[in-house]
């Protein structure tokens, strides 16, 4: 019997490597800048299947549906909002079919772009709640196995993590974007990590961790995934879950006409360990992180389990 994540966080020491960020990724297979990313998965399953297969060889326990654009509200500025259901259940089925016994298949979900949740903006929060619930619906008759909660405003993470514990029983990795400034490390709604961490857990979710943002300003790429190490400790002050670090392998540059983040995956490799050692229990990387740092990542872990 495949255990799952909550039992696996819990009675086991095991390190898992994240999702492969396809929402960049897909480039390689074709996938265009202007097109609505689930829309796109739906009408190309090959491809999508084919770089989820790709993500397992290179070493990742999640696939992702990528459906953090397939909100209604969200889907509603690509006139997709009628096609809410089918976009969701179509990415977690496709995703499922090719997903092994022992991985995990999350279904992820993000804020309210372009609106926001009272007072900030014209959302209440029974249109919100209901939003993610149509979601979420579908996400689960597609055949997740983990929910994704992931975005820039945390109050509607946590209507997120409500609905889902209202409609079962998964686990929940809920995961804030933190931006580095003058203060350190904050939300885009200016909560810092102990607060924002604290949040997350007192909502639900089983797994917190950080995403995507500005771990540094600084453009040194050595200085890049330290600061992310950084971050792990300081929402380990505010939790006690198991905690999750994905962030983007520096600012993206555009070189030749292409984009380039410029730290490399030897980089992101000689800090695993220390995310690990931080507290974090899922690794990876997020916009822009290639398929070979993900192999980098997963040799690190496999030499840290083979010493232990």
Known sequence: MVIGL???MRNTDDVLLHYAPLHSLLADWGKDLESHLSEWIVNHPDAYQDALKQSFA????FACTQTQASSPWRAEPFGLQDRVYELNFKSAK???EVTPPERYV???VSTTNPDFLEPLGNMTYDEVYEGYKE???ALLDGGIDVFLVVGNHIDEGVIAIKVAKDLCDLPIIAQNVFYAGKKGFRTMMGLDPEAASAKLQEAGADVIGGSCGLMTKSTNPSEWY???????KEMRRGCS???SIQPDP???QLIDGKTVWPVSPLEMAKEVSNWIDAGARIVGGCCGTSLEHYQKIATVIRERQARA
């Open 58 to 61: 290179a070493g990742c326990d």
């Open 6 to 8: 909550r039992e696996r």
């Open 106 to 108: 999350l279904g992820m």
């Open 241 to 243: 879950t198991p905690l």
């Open 94 to 96: 496709l995703a499922r």
């Open 135 to 137: 979601q979420m619906t």
């Open 250 to 252: 520096g600012i993206p």
């Open 226 to 232: 330290p600061s992310a190490t950084k971050l792990v």
